[in-house]
């Protein structure tokens, strides 16, 4: 597991993450797991908050988007947070399989808790890794 060294991060609750920066339009994707969870607990139809992707791989969906952000955003505040997806719950980091033993890292720097808070330990990029790896198996 390569992970980044001497970062530390304390979510700001800015709800950048959620949605289009000047700099980047965002792709919240989403798990078919994932996209069923949200539908039977909220109750509503995929088609209302997901767009099916023609892709293979693990995300089938992309979150839809209402000026630029997330539809489940409301004031810097996601309304199905205990049911938000992998992909949410681990910004500012993301992993990346680089073969079939190694992961790798990497830390977005338009995030702006990088740099505040306490450090993020080895300990944390393996949480993180369990995390998306039981996701990914439940898809």
């Not at 289009?20 to 339009?25: A, E, G, L, Q, T």
């Not at 977005?108 to 702006?112: F, G, L, N, T, V």
């Given at each position: 597991m390569h992970y980044p060294k001497d970062v530390s991060f304390e979510c700001q609750r800015c709800g950048?993450?959620?949605?289009?920066?000047?700099?980047?339009?965002?792709?919240?994707?989403l798990l078919k797991s994932e996209v069923k969870r949200i539908a039977d607990i909220t109750g509503l139809r995929e088609e209302g908050f997901a767009v099916k992707l023609p892709a293979n791989g693990p995300y089938r969906y992309m979150m839809k988007k209402k000026g630029g952000k997330c539809v489940f955003l409301e004031r810097n505040s996601c309304k199905i947070y205990p049911l938000r997806p992998i992909i949410c719950r681990t910004y500012p980091f993301s992993v990346e399989k680089t073969s079939s033993k190694d992961y790798l890292f990497t830390v977005?720097?338009?995030?702006?808790g990088i740099g505040l808070g306490g450090a993020v330990e080895e300990d944390d990029f393996k949480r993180i890794l369990g995390e998306a790896q039981t996701k990914l198996k439940s898809r």
């Open positions: 950048q993450c959620c949605g289009d920066i000047s700099r980047k339009k965002r792709k919240i994707l977005s720097d338009e995030c702006p």
